[in-house]
């Protein structure tokens, strides 16, 4: 059974999916009742927008969860379900959880 079927996110408790590259590391906040993404936040984006220089490391991937938990806690969004996606709690997936629990989301 894959992991998408098992883990559903809502708009009270959106799901938090982690996405990585070799260069990037991407963020989303989903919805999956409705089918939108609430948040999003990536390495490519903090990186066009001067903040970072890499994006392909686990600093970077705890910068990007750090951001994201900004942008959801603007949006009223405190709660979440965490989605790896099948990617071991290793490197830089742990790295953006720990970042996304030091800006403040809970799960």
Not at 69 to 78: C, E, F, M, T
Not at 88 to 95: L, N, Q, S, T
Request: aromatic share 8%; glycine share 14%.
């Amino acid at each position: 059974m894959g992991i998408r079927k098992r883990i559903s996110g809502t708009k009270a408790r959106p799901r938090l999916c982690v996405f990585r590259s070799l260069r990037e590391t991407y963020g989303f906040l989903v919805d999956d009742e409705r089918g939108h993404t609430l948040v999003c936040e990536s390495t490519l984006a903090l990186r066009k927008r001067g903040s970072l220089k890499s994006g392909g490391n686990k600093d970077a991937a705890k910068v990007v969860g750090e951001s994201l938990a900004k942008k959801a806690l603007d949006a009223g969004i405190k709660s979440v379900v965490f989605d790896r996606a099948g990617y071991k709690y290793h490197g830089r997936v742990r790295a953006f959880s720990e970042g996304a629990r030091a800006g403040g989301l809970e799960f």
